[in-house]
Each structure stands twice: as structure tokens, then as C-alpha cells.
């Protein structure tokens, strides 16, 4: 009886877990990853997301510098299919929006005028844009006619459109940390590998190096770097400086990761064994001891993603990063700095949960990744 039961349970036993012990490393992050829900789920919304910003002018209803002081402060507008009189309409409207003062607070107000009805249009003719940056065009998503305006996630002080200023900024938020930590990744590679490997006096410089730049707090290193970048420069200029800014600061932390990864492998065998072959120090550096923690690079990566994104966001928050007629979702939050802004005109603060869901799903993918990195989880 216990033999059959061993060899039943042999036979049921998944088929997966024997071709695990002679897959490679990507193939077994790959398997382990797909079990990670949250992960998988994570890696879906940021794809959604880049692709919400790589498309944005297409997207969006309304151009960046687009503007109408007649709608300052609109609320969000509603998608309706049932007008005020009850009947049905299979293409959603909206209602036009008619001004007036509240006679307390003499504030500016707007209601919908059930007497005007909109309805929305896709592919319709706006202003004009480079698609991907290259092609030509004047075609967006949706719209509809004039004089109706669509405001789905209301209006700012100038009366710009904010939910075309969210998919616009999310060009910037999006990339520039990408671009950022792709700097400092190569950065952090080359020099925090050539520190580990030479050791010597070459190790003890650029470790003084890295311990004078991370010294300096973060806030006034970020006021002095933003103040040598010179006012009223266009706007890929500035996004330029801002990335090599977020380079310089960020790359000092895998630097040092990396020298102690390759402190702890240049004396395996493997690694003495090509030395007295003869291979050349770049090809040992590159081929026989960065495969040794690539995983860990990538998880290390995708996790300093996040806090680049909020170091753009408090940049621009605070003036200090991208300016206008630029536009980020930082640049956006300025407007929720005063408490009465945002008791009066909530959908101000829409721009935060975009910051948040995008950190979030970040730091679950991140999660997924060093679980799916970690050679001791089964």
C-alpha cells in the first residue's frame, strides 16, 4: 500500500515542477510571476496607463493651451443617456452649462442647461497635433460640436479641460521617471561595478564621492540644482535638465548594491578561472558577473520607479520642476495647495489619484518581480 500511494502521488504530482528544475532563471521569474494576481494585475493597469499616455493627443478632447474663460471652475460634466423629459438616447449627451452667481458667496456657478443637448462624437476634427510625434493630424477621440464643450473631469482656474491636462501630463510623469532611472541605472552599473571589481584607491574614491552626494538632503539639493537651470528655456530643454537632475541624485544607491554584489563574486572560481584565461576585465564584468544578480537589478529597478514619480510630482508641486505651458500631474496639484480650493472645487484633487494608482501598481509589480526573483521561494 505505501508503494502505490508513492507512486500515485508521483503520478499526480503537476508536470510544471519537473520542468522547473531544468529551466532556465527567466523561465522560472516567468512561472513563479503568473502566479502573482496583484503583480499581473499591476503590469495590465500600467500598460493601459503608458499606452493612455503615448496616445494622449488622440485621446485627449482638447489641446494642451486650449482655453475658456467663460467655463472657469466647471464642475465635471455627466455622460447621459436619459434627458430631463425621460426618453432614451443610444448615443450619450451631455448638456450644455448655463453661468450664475451664488447669491451668498457671489460665487461663479454653473447648471446644466436641459434645453441644449450635445451629443458626443468620435473621431471628430480639433486642434491640431503631431501623432506620435511625426505624423500630422487634428483628429481626437472624442468631442462635440460647438458651441458645446465636454468637460468629463471639469475645469481649472484658466478654464482648461482637466481631464485632457491628466492625459497630456502623463507624458511627462510617465517618462521622465523611466528616462531617469534608465540613467542611473547605466550609471550605477558602470561605476558602482568598476568600484567593486578595482577596489583599491579607484573604490575609495568614488565611495567618497557617493557619500558626499547622498549627505546633501534631498529638498534643498533639489532647490539648488533647479535654480541653475535657466528661466523661460523651451520645454525639452527643461524636461532634459530635469531628468539629468533625478539621474545625478538616484544612481549612488544601486552604485553601492552593485560593488557589494561584485566584491562577494570576483573571487569565485569561475570568475579566477577567466582571469587567468585571459579574458579581458569588461567581458568578465559583463558576462560572467552581472548575469550573477541580474534578477535582483530588475526588481531594484521597477522598484525605484515609484519614488522617482513622486520626486517629479514634488518638484513640479512645488515650482522647482516642469513649469507651464508645460503640464505634469505635479504642475496640476498646484492648484489643491490652498484648503479652499479643494472644499470648493473637489475635482481638483483628481490629479493625486492618478500619482497614487501608479505608484501602487508599481510597487505591486515590483513585489510580484523579487518574489518571482527569490531562488529560495517555491
Keep these: 500500500?505505501?508503494?502505490?500511494?508513492?507512486?500515485?502521488?508521483?503520478?499526480?504530482?503537476?508536470?510544471?515542477?519537473?520542468?522547473?528544475?531544468?529551466?532556465?532563471?527567466?523561465?522560472?521569474?516567468?512561472?513563479?510571476?503568473?502566479?502573482?494576481?496583484?503583480?499581473?494585475?499591476?503590469?495590465?493597469?500600467?500598460?493601459?496607463?503608458?499606452?493612455?499616455?503615448?496616445?494622449?493627443?488622440?485621446?485627449?478632447?482638447?489641446?494642451?493651451?486650449?482655453?475658456?474663460?467663460?467655463?472657469?471652475?466647471?464642475?465635471?460634466?455627466?455622460?447621459?443617456?436619459?434627458?430631463?423629459?425621460g426618453k432614451f438616447h443610444i448615443r450619450p449627451f451631455v448638456y450644455g452649462l448655463k453661468s450664475g452667481r451664488d447669491p451668498e458667496t457671489m460665487r461663479k456657478t454653473f447648471t446644466a442647461d436641459t434645453e441644449k443637448q450635445y451629443r458626443l462624437q468620435f473621431f471628430?476634427?480639433?486642434?491640431?497635433?503631431?501623432?506620435?510625434?511625426?505624423?500630422?493630424?487634428?483628429?481626437?477621440?472624442?468631442?462635440?460640436?460647438?458651441?458645446?464643450?465636454?468637460?468629463?473631469?471639469?475645469?481649472?482656474?484658466?478654464?482648461?479641460?482637466?481631464?485632457?491636462?491628466?492625459?497630456?501630463?502623463?507624458?511627462?510623469?510617465?517618462?521622465?521617471?523611466?528616462?531617469?532611472?534608465?540613467?542611473?541605472?547605466?550609471?550605477?552599473?558602470?561605476?558602482?561595478?568598476?568600484?567593486?571589481?578595482?577596489?583599491?584607491?579607484?573604490?575609495?574614491?568614488?565611495?567618497?564621492?557617493?557619500?558626499?552626494?547622498?549627505?546633501?538632503?534631498?529638498?534643498?539639493?533639489?532647490?539648488?540644482?533647479?535654480?541653475?537651470?535657466?528661466?523661460?528655456?523651451?520645454?525639452?530643454?527643461?524636461?532634459?535638465?530635469?531628468?539629468?537632475?533625478?539621474a545625478f541624485i538616484e544612481w549612488t544607491g544601486l552604485a553601492r548594491v552593485v560593488r557589494g554584489k561584485f566584491i562577494s563574486l570576483k573571487n569565485e572560481d569561475y570568475v579566477v578561472a577567466a582571469k587567468i584565461a585571459g579574458v579581458s576585465d569588461s567581458k568578465i564584468m559583463v558576462k560572467h558577473l552581472l548575469p550573477g544578480f541580474i534578477s535582483y537589478l530588475v526588481v531594484a529597478t521597477t522598484l525605484a520607479i515609484p519614488g522617482m514619480i513622486l520626486a517629479e510630482t514634488a518638484m513640479s508641486f512645488l515650482g522647482l520642476g516642469i513649469r507651464s505651458p508645460a503640464t505634469s500631474w505635479g504642475v496640476l496639484l498646484q492648484e489643491a495647495q490652498k484648503i479652499d480650493n479643494i472644499a470648493l472645487y473637489p475635482w481638483k484633487i483628481i490629479p493625486l489619484g492618478t500619482v497614487i494608482l501608479t505608484v501602487l501598481t508599481f510597487n505591486f509589480l515590483g513585489d510580484g518581480l523579487r518574489d518571482a526573483a527569490d531562488p529560495y521561494k517555491r
Design 1 to 85: 500500500m505505501r508503494r502505490f500511494g508513492r507512486r500515485q502521488a508521483a503520478a499526480t504530482e503537476p508536470a510544471i515542477d519537473k520542468d522547473l528544475n531544468y529551466s532556465s532563471q527567466w523561465r522560472l521569474m516567468y512561472v513563479r510571476f503568473k502566479k502573482h494576481k496583484l503583480a499581473r494585475v499591476s503590469l495590465v493597469i500600467l500598460a493601459f496607463l503608458y499606452a493612455g499616455a503615448l496616445f494622449a493627443q488622440f485621446l485627449a478632447p482638447y489641446g494642451l493651451e486650449n482655453y475658456d474663460s467663460k467655463y472657469v471652475n466647471a464642475a465635471p460634466m455627466k455622460l447621459r443617456f436619459v434627458d430631463a423629459e
Design 124 to 246: 471628430v476634427k480639433g486642434e491640431k497635433y503631431k501623432f506620435l510625434g511625426l505624423i500630422p493630424s487634428s483628429t481626437h477621440l472624442i468631442g462635440v460640436k460647438e458651441p458645446g464643450r465636454l468637460f468629463l473631469l471639469g475645469t481649472d482656474s484658466l478654464g482648461r479641460d482637466l481631464f485632457s491636462r491628466i492625459l497630456l501630463g502623463s507624458q511627462v510623469s510617465l517618462s521622465i521617471p523611466l528616462v531617469g532611472v534608465g540613467i542611473s541605472f547605466v550609471l550605477g552599473l558602470i561605476i558602482g561595478g568598476a568600484s567593486g571589481y578595482f577596489g583599491g584607491w579607484v573604490d575609495a574614491v568614488i565611495q567618497r564621492v557617493i557619500e558626499i552626494i547622498r549627505s546633501f538632503p534631498t529638498l534643498p539639493l533639489w532647490m539648488a540644482l533647479s535654480a541653475a537651470i535657466p528661466p523661460r528655456i523651451p520645454v525639452v530643454r527643461m524636461y532634459f535638465y530635469i531628468v539629468i537632475i533625478f
